[in-house]
């Protein structure tokens, strides 16, 4: 079969919709650091909305490390299929990518785009960041340590855009606005906290000044349930399109993206594309992080312990569903502060999407990085619910259920998808499925902040729920 490109675009069969507008004529606005799967279902999508009206606002995509997307999207000029995964699926072809860069391939045309742009945005998922527990930026992360002493080819986003803004400093050029798409609360503040503290670690303090002065990082939140790509997507894809695609990508139909109000005049833009626009996007934030992320890391670690495979199997468990809605309804929601939110609904619409039929998402994706992704998720929860006296049960048992993983995993010899992989395996092989195992994860500061880790009564729930766990997995989910 022939494959989408340009030339083959006039051939896409309807009802598939294809770009309403001339790619010819596309000016690159954009460069978006981690062009995977969510970038593509997501801010791609909403740029693609965005270039009928503005043809300067089209993506040139760039992969950190690995040619993968390059070497999938390049002989097809960048297009792409995206399938909207629901009863009547919905299919269209996005034309919003331009071009994909590998970076350490040619960093001097990086910074070309980077000089050109007027907007770059990351999904380069929460170890992209290189920060501390305490959400600064970590000056002993190997990357970190490597971009200080070669600027001109950097390695980490901060390294990328630091040097980037140095560069058009130079050039009196404004510098870029910078909206970090990741699951991080705060995402922008700690971008910008952590660009400005590599400024003034490279001994340049004038860059610093300019960045926190004139520079931009508002904060975003971004949501769209996205499984990996697989074989009958591919299929479904070309069978659709009546061409191949090598690598389309699946969503739910629910997308979401709030954006802090710093686009300037671009800010209707940006709501006529479907973006939501608002003064302050952290309760937006925090509720999607510990509502529906804290849900899926807990579906995800007791799921995998039960022997489910994706998140509507995990669902189909009654126990494990009614365990996860008490934890959102009682526990998490006692935490969040959003006045511009309808809570309770907002929790009963993201358990429809995790029922959502249509949709493949398998436990062991959600589960990967779990030393970058519980602090968002569920210990920040629990650190606000011990403040104002909760309780943590509930909470402590996603945090269980992820050491018993990592136990679990390490056993088998299976491999842990994580930065910090090592430093888990070291932790488990000294596990003996004791109280001291709790402890032992316990002490690991990198991934669990020590004033929680030492607080007695989240040890405590703790250790109960990886007791439990180990003897008998469906108590520790009764009412
Ligand atoms: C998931 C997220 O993989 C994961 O950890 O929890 O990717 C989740 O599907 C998205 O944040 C939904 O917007």
């Known amino acids: 079969m022939t494959h989408l490109s340009d030339e083959t675009l006039a051939h896409v069969r309807p009802p598939v919709r294809v770009?309403?507008?001339?790619?010819?004529?596309?000016?690159?606005?954009?460069?978006?650091?981690?062009?995977?799967?969510?970038?593509?279902?997501?801010?791609?999508?909403?740029?693609?909305?965005?270039?009928?009206?503005?043809?300067?606002?089209?993506?040139?995509?760039?992969?950190?490390?690995?040619?993968?997307?390059?070497?999938?999207?390049?002989?097809?000029?960048?297009?792409?299929?995206?399938?909207?995964k629901e009863a009547q699926p919905a299919v269209q072809v996005i034309g919003s990518i331009l071009q994909v860069l590998v970076a350490p391939e040619d960093p001097g045309l990086v910074f070309r785009r980077l000089l050109e742009a007027r907007y770059v945005t990351a999904?380069?998922?929460?170890?992209?960041?290189?920060?501390?527990?305490?959400?600064?930026?970590?000056?002993?992360?190997?990357?970190?340590?490597?971009?200080?002493?070669?600027?001109?080819?950097?390695?980490?986003?901060?390294?990328?855009?630091?040097?980037?803004?140095?560069?058009?400093?130079r050039h009196d050029l404004p510098p870029f606005t910078?909206?970090?798409?990741?699951?991080?609360?705060?995402?922008?503040?700690?971008?910008?906290?952590?660009?400005?503290?590599?400024?003034?670690?490279?001994?340049?303090?004038?860059?610093a000044r300019w960045i926190e002065a004139a520079a931009r990082?508002?904060?975003s939140m971004v949501d769209s349930i996205t499984p990996a790509t697989d074989d009958g997507l591919r299929r479904q894809a070309a069978a659709a399109l009546g061409l191949d695609d090598a690598w389309p990508v699946q969503r739910e139909r629910f997308v979401q993206w709030v954006v802090e109000d710093e686009l300037g005049d671009d800010a209707d833009l940006f709501r006529a594309a479907g973006v939501?626009?608002?003064?302050?996007?952290?309760?937006?934030?925090?509720?999607?992080?510990?509502?529906?992320?804290?849900?899926?890391?807990?579906?995800?670690?007791?799921?995998?312990?039960?022997?489910?495979?994706?998140?509507?199997?995990?669902?189909?468990?009654?126990?494990l569903a009614g365990f996860v809605e008490r934890m959102?309804?009682?526990?998490?929601?006692?935490?969040?502060d959003a006045p511009e939110l309808d809570v309770p609904d907002y929790i009963g619409q993201i358990l429809?999407?995790?029922?959502?039929?249509?949709?493949v998402h398998k436990l062991s994706q959600i589960a990967w990085d779990g030393s970058q992704k519980l602090r968002f998720r569920l210990l920040e929860t629990a650190t606000e619910a011990l403040a104002a006296g909760r309780p943590v049960d509930r909470l402590a048992v996603g945090?269980?259920?992820?050491?018993?993983?990592?136990?679990?995993?390490?056993?088998?010899?299976?491999?842990?998808?994580?930065?910090?992989?090592?430093?888990?395996?070291?932790?488990?092989?000294?596990?003996?499925d004791g109280p001291d195992d709790v402890d032992r994860f316990l002490a690991l500061s990198e991934v669990i902040p020590p004033a929680l880790a030492t607080d007695e009564r989240f040890r405590g729930a703790v250790a109960r729920a990886y007791a439990t766990l180990q003897a008998d997995p469906a108590t520790v989910l009764r009412p």
């Open 19 to 84: 770009p309403p507008y001339d790619r010819a004529t596309l000016q690159i606005g954009v460069v978006h650091f981690g062009p995977g799967a969510f970038h593509r279902a997501h801010q791609a999508w909403y740029f693609d909305r965005m270039l009928a009206e503005r043809p300067d606002m089209a993506v040139c995509a760039v992969s950190l490390r690995t040619p993968d997307v390059r070497d999938a999207l390049a002989p097809q000029d960048g297009l792409y299929t995206l399938v909207e």
């Open 123 to 169: 999904t380069v998922t929460e170890k992209g960041y290189c920060l501390t527990s305490s959400g600064e930026l970590d000056l002993d992360h190997p990357d970190i340590r490597r971009d200080l002493a070669r600027r001109e080819q950097p390695t980490s986003l901060i390294g990328w855009i630091t040097e980037a803004l140095s560069q058009r400093q």
């Open 178 to 207: 910078t909206i970090s798409c990741d699951n991080l609360s705060d995402n922008g503040a700690k971008l910008r906290r952590a660009v400005i503290r590599f400024a003034e670690a490279r001994g340049e303090r004038d860059l």
């Open 217 to 219: 990082f508002p904060c």
């Open 276 to 319: 939501t626009v608002a003064r302050e996007v952290a309760p937006f934030e925090r509720a999607k992080l510990r509502l529906l992320n804290g849900a899926h890391s807990t579906l995800a670690y007791v799921g995998l312990g039960l022997g489910c495979e994706t998140v509507s199997a995990a669902m189909a468990d009654e126990r």
């Open 328 to 336: 959102m309804r009682q526990d998490v929601a006692a935490s969040l």
């Open 352 to 359: 429809v999407r995790f029922r959502n039929p249509a949709i």
């Open 399 to 432: 945090v269980a259920a992820w050491m018993r993983f990592v136990v679990r995993q390490t056993r088998a010899g299976a491999q842990i998808v994580d930065p910090f992989a090592d430093g888990l395996a070291a932790v488990a092989r000294n596990c003996a």
